[in-house]
């Protein structure tokens, strides 16, 4: 990719057209989240919406006894054939033939890259050294503008089962372009651990370069209150009073409201717009 075709925006690609694609996070996780956190609390609201939430293109489950792992798909909602993960063996889908099929009708070369796991994209693979850690393949691609990545984590403030754990991980999608990871880590012997197509399976969040090269330097702490510098200090005394006052309620939120609306102020001649994301209760 050169410089002259980078995306300006984030795109997702998907090897399998039945699929649902990836959604932005909503603030309030389509409703999870309790109705004081999503009124009142932006910064959950904020990390709730960032980013966008990823879904597994079948409904499946998976299991690990201690020394071995196995996968099923689901039907009912109940595993129909369980099959080993042991030895680096791939879990396959049915419908991933029809992703073979398509490249071939579609006169593409490169449908050869699908050879080592019998001619169509593999699904599921396990950690020959450590069965408890899957690869789920999504058949999900993307491609984001140039220095910009993707941030790969469990989706912000889901509630979690604690059946299993998604590993984060940071991919340079400007240039890289394979699967998206999707590394679970199942945390519990015996158990049955469910997947859905239409629930998410983890999200992905856009990051630039200089972030990540920010959090690679070392940081500042000033250690002891005499150590603070006294605008620091000075930020401090009246955030909390603010925060102490009965009669006040959410400084934050309001706050954040007064500044987002100032960033946002439209040029002489444009129209107004409303700003999103805001609570209107505060």
């Known amino acids: 990719m050169t410089?002259?075709?980078?995306p300006s925006e984030i795109e997702f690609f998907s090897l399998y057209p039945d699929v649902r694609e990836p959604e932005l996070g909503t603030p309030d996780l389509k409703g999870s989240l309790s109705a004081r956190a999503a009124r009142v609390c932006s910064p959950i609201t904020?990390?709730?919406?960032?980013?966008?939430?990823i879904y597994p293109p079948a409904d499946f489950a998976v299991r690990w006894d201690g020394m071995s792992s196995e996968w099923?798909?689901?039907?009912?909602?109940e595993p129909i054939a369980w099959q080993s993960l042991t030895g680096a063996r791939d879990g396959l889908l049915p419908e991933a033939r029809g992703v073979r099929g398509a490249i071939e009708a579609a006169?593409?070369?490169?449908?050869d890259?699908?050879?080592?796991?019998?001619?169509?994209?593999?699904?599921?693979?396990?950690?020959?050294?450590?069965?408890?850690?899957?690869?789920?393949?999504?058949?999900?691609?993307?491609?984001?503008?140039?220095?910009?990545?993707?941030?790969?984590?469990?989706?912000?403030?889901?509630?979690?089962?604690?059946?299993?754990?998604?590993?984060?991980?940071?991919?340079?999608?400007?240039?890289?372009?394979s699967y998206i990871p999707t590394m679970v880590r199942l945390t519990q012997q015996n158990r049955?651990?469910?997947?859905?197509?239409?629930?998410?399976?983890?999200?992905?969040?856009?990051?630039?370069?200089?972030?990540?090269?920010?959090a690679r330097r070392a940081a500042t702490t000033y250690r002891g209150v005499p150590s603070f510098p006294d605008g620091v200090w000075d930020e401090f005394v009246t955030w909390r009073t603010r925060k102490q006052d009965p009669n006040t309620a959410a400084t934050y939120v309001?706050?954040?409201?007064?500044?987002n609306k100032r960033t946002a102020e439209p040029r002489s001649g444009e129209p107004r717009q409303r700003v999103s994301g805001a609570s209107e209760e505060v």
């Open 192 to 214: 049955i651990v469910r997947f859905y197509r239409h629930i998410p399976i983890m999200a992905v969040q856009p990051v630039s370069r200089a972030t990540v090269r920010m």
């Open 113 to 177: 890259v699908f050879d080592k796991y019998g001619g169509v994209p593999p699904f599921i693979q396990a950690d020959p050294r450590n069965p408890h850690m899957l690869e789920v393949i999504t058949g999900l691609l993307a491609r984001t503008p140039a220095d910009w990545w993707l941030l790969v984590r469990s989706v912000p403030n889901w509630p979690s089962s604690g059946e299993f754990e998604i590993l984060e991980g940071i991919i340079e999608t400007d240039w890289y372009r």
């Open 46 to 53: 904020t990390a709730s919406g960032f980013g966008w939430h």
């Open 254 to 259: 309001k706050e954040q409201r007064s500044r």
């Open 72 to 77: 099923s798909l689901l039907d009912g909602n």
């Open 107 to 111: 006169g593409l070369d490169g449908g």
């Open 3 to 6: 410089e002259t075709d980078a």
